[in-house]
């Protein structure tokens, strides 16, 4: 029973969630920043160096306005970990969709070497004689070590400030300079492996392998986080009592008190506060 209750997420959290005023903006920056990063990557899929950096830049340009996840794999593993609520995780995995498709139509109209239903850049497929086995074992593997990273440098705090994306930025780099190489240089990101396949009509065989591994180093991701730091605020689990608990109350079902707190996103730090005001004491009822 304790497996099947750890799976529902405290109901006091969702109405949280559903009062958090800065979900939209959230929202249009993770949309943004993966259509651009589609668009700007896409056009050089086979240099990682220039994918690396068009996600650094981003990642600098998003990270204090929704976190700058940028993709439906990150997005996943800090939902099942508790570090961002089922609410905002969800819709920014909408977001992320949507912006990944829009960033390939607007490549295809305006980049010289994409059109419509071309096979090219924005595209991926493997090396000859990698299996589909091969290629799902790499991008799990590549993929659960971005998301790590991502853990380390951005969500968890304290978080390693500026430099973080840049730190994210190398590990996107290192996945497609090394196993990159084997599965043909896959961003490691659902969204844009979707996006191609939709827009370009890409290799949809491989597009499910791609995608497989993707969720399931944010699976395995999501474990470790909860292994290594703990679960988030939104997601914690009692031990004593066998349940979840609404663990910014002290205990289950704990009515609800007059001006409660949640670990609401912060936009002044790209991460989530703990219980508490905000800075200068702003209260998410204000």
Request: with cysteine.
């Amino acid at each position: 029973m304790a497996g099947i209750a750890a799976l529902k997420m405290p109901a006091i959290h969702s109405r949280w969630a559903s009062r958090d005023k800065y979900l939209p903006t959230s929202l249009a920056a993770e949309f943004l920043g993966t259509a651009l990063f589609q668009l700007l990557a896409g056009s050089v899929a086979d240099d990682p160096l220039q994918s690396a950096f068009a996600f650094t830049a981003l990642l600098y340009a998003t990270k204090f306005v929704s976190g700058g996840h940028l993709n439906p794999a990150v997005s996943l593993a800090a939902l099942m970990s508790g570090h961002i609520d089922w609410l905002r995780g969800v819709t920014y995995i909408v977001a992320q969709l949507l912006g990944g498709i829009a960033g390939a139509v607007a490549q295809a109209w305006i980049s010289p070497d994409s059109s419509f239903g071309k096979t090219g850049p924005g595209c991926y497929a493997p090396i000859k004689d990698v299996s589909n086995w091969g290629v799902w074992g790499w991008e799990s593997v590549l993929t659960f070590t971005l998301i790590l990273v991502f853990y380390a440098s951005v969500l968890i705090r304290p978080g390693h400030g500026d430099s973080s994306p840049l730190a994210v930025g190398l590990a996107l780099f290192a996945g497609l300079a090394t196993g990159g190489t084997f599965t043909g240089g896959s961003p490691l990101n659902p969204a844009r492996v979707l996006a191609g396949t939709l827009v370009f009509n890409c290799f949809w065989k491989y597009a499910f392998v791609y995608i497989s591994g993707h969720l399931t180093a944010a699976v395995l991701a999501s474990a470790w986080a909860i292994w290594a730091y703990g679960r988030g605020d939104f997601f914690k689990y009692d031990s004593a009592t066998g349940s979840l608990r609404e663990s910014l109350l002290g205990s289950a079902g704990a009515a609800e008190p007059a001006g409660a707190l949640a670990p609401q996103f912060n936009p002044a730090s790209g991460g989530y506060a703990g219980a508490g005001p905000r800075e200068g004491g702003e209260n998410i009822d204000a």
